[in-house]
Structures are given as C-alpha cells and as structure tokens.
C-alpha cells in the first residue's frame, strides 16, 4: 500500500503523539499546522527543543526550574523570601500557580512528584530526604504541604510528616473547600469533607 502522508510529515505526527493528552487526530492537526505555517514557527518550535535539555536544570537546593547559568533558584536566593516557610510541592509549574496569587513569600521545595505504587514511584524516588535536611539548615518554622487533594497527595503528606519526626515545625496543608459559584449539591464527598473541617466564624 502507497503512503498516503509524506514520512517527514508521518515522523512529526508520531513525535508529537507521545506528549501527554495528544492523540492520533490532535496530532495530525498540530502537524499539518505547523506545515501550513510559515517555516520561521517551525524553525522556532525546533530550536526551543534542540536547546530545552542543555539550557534548563533543577536547583540543587529547591529542585526548581532554573536557567542552566543560575546555581540556584532566584526564589531561594531572594533576601526578601523567608527562607523559614516553605512551600512543598509536586511539580515546577505548581510553583507558577502559587506565584500568581502574589500572596506567598516564603521559598518552594519540589518533591518531583508523589508517592504512587501504581506508578512505581516510592519515597525514595522523591526529593523527601533534601527537604528534611532544609528544615534543619534553614531553621525552617513552618512547612505547607501544597500537594494534591488525592490519594496519592494525601499519602505522600502523611509520610514527609512522618519522617519530620519530633522537630518543631508547624506542619500546614492548604485550605480546601467549595469552590466559588459551585452548588453543593454538584460538589464531590472529598471536596465537602474538606468544607466542614475547614469551616470558618462568621
């Protein structure tokens, strides 16, 4: 049988069938777009990832992204940032949510993800052990646990306040409850659960 898409075509498709949430059509689409578009999106497109791995790294301390000049993340260096709060979380871009809201001002410790079984990811494979030795360096006083409201979330929660130990650092976990405009007949059992113990005096 003849090929119907060119190779280069056919090759570009398939690259772009391996990003998370893309399937066969999605990926036909992006494809023929970028063929559609002027070669200066493609080249851009192409040079962004030819220089993706060798011009990022992970801070050594926060396990951010940084820019593969800096030694460390500009959010830990910063004199105005209290290197005694700290903020854990999963993933890099969960630090670009918190930094929107423009109400945090401590530093971020990035776990690299949560403790999954299913996945193959234990404790182990996580940045945990880095982080307890902050607390100690830092004199950290307060830890917010900004995982995921998940299983996994929740797990990986209760094991880094395991491994805190007797130290004396006042463990928070973000505030969760219903969300603006939501009716609480369409709110989920965990999503209410967290409503009523996070309730407040009015």
Known sequence: MEAVIPKPLQQLIEALEQLPGVGPRTAERYAYYLLRSEDSKSLQLADSLKFLHDKIKYCPITFALIDS????????????????????????FDIVAL????????????????????????PEQLHIEELIKRLDKDKVKELILATNASVEGESTAL????????????????????????????????????????????
């Open 99 to 122: 930094e929107k809201t423009s109400s945090f001002h401590g530093t971020y410790h990035v776990l690299g993800g949560l403790v999954s079984p299913i996945d193959n990811i234990g």
């Open 159 to 202: 094991l880094i306040m395991q491994k805190i130990g007797n130290r004396k650092v006042k463990v928070t976990r973000l505030a969760r409850g219903l969300p603006v405009g939501v009716d609480l007949e369409y709110a989920d059992q965990i999503t209410l659960t967290r409503a009523l113990e996070g309730r407040q005096t009015v």
């Open 69 to 92: 000049s800096q030694d460390v993340s500009p959010l830990y260096t910063n004199p105005k940032r209290n290197k005694q709060v700290v903020a854990v979380v999963a993933d890099p």
